[in-house]
């Protein structure tokens, strides 16, 4: 059964920082991508961050610079390192497992949340002074 847990959410002032996690389980295919996304109130679902079991990653424009994915192989954790925290980015964030895939020898990352089919419960972010 796979299993995704996230966690590392919390308050923190504009230009903070915090870093959320993602611990992982039951899936050991190798073409994975773990995908972040966060929702704000009123608003739809969107993609922050990816990252590929190959260490390739995607970043939406508006955290370009600012977030950052990683991942622990050993530890079947992924993180997203998130500074210079604004108001706008309050949401509940939330990660997902899906699949990469490759058309005509390039990599295609998943950014579409219809693309993912495993979902961790989200973690609230808050950015407020």
């Known amino acids: 059964e796979v299993q995704l847990q996230a966690s590392g959410g919390g308050l923190v002032r504009p230009e903070g920082s915090l870093r959320l996690s993602c611990a992982g389980s039951?899936?050991?295919?190798?073409?994975?991508?773990i995908g972040w996304f966060r929702q704000a109130p009123g608003k739809e679902r969107e993609v922050v961050s990816v990252?590929?079991?190959?260490?390739?990653?995607y970043y939406a424009d508006s955290v370009k610079g600012r977030f950052t994915s990683s991942s622990d192989k050993a530890k079947n954790t992924n993180y997203l390192q998130m500074n210079n925290l604004k108001p706008e980015d309050t949401a509940v964030y939330y990660c997902?497992?899906?699949?990469?895939?490759?058309?005509?020898?390039?990599?295609?990352?998943?950014?579409?949340?219809?693309?993912?089919?495993?979902w961790g419960q989200g973690t609230q972010v808050t950015v407020s002074s």
């Open positions: 039951g899936f050991i295919f190798d073409d994975y991508a």
């Open positions: 990252i590929t079991s190959d260490d390739f990653t």
């Open positions: 997902a497992l899906g699949r990469t895939d490759t058309v005509m020898n390039k990599l295609v990352i998943p950014t579409s949340a219809g693309d993912y089919h495993f």
